[in-house]
């Protein structure tokens, strides 16, 4: 599924936020916090996440979420 990201300023492929990113949202957010419509960029490096239908709502996944970019040979 892809979206425009704000972060990438590209349209890049979404994904449905996993359990260990729907808990570190929670982790920031509180325990209450809606995370079952939140989605991902998987774009190398880039860690926004937000709604399906919106970006306000939308923010960064932590650190250890960072997909790097594989390294150059
Ligand atoms: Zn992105």
Known sequence: MRKACPTCGTWQEFQKLNDAEKAAVRAVKGD???????????????????????????DLLPERFRKEAAAPE
């Open 32 to 58: 209450r916090h809606y995370v079952h419509d939140l989605w991902r960029c998987t774009a190398d490096g880039c860690l926004w996440y937000q709604p399906w239908h919106h970006t306000r709502g939308g």
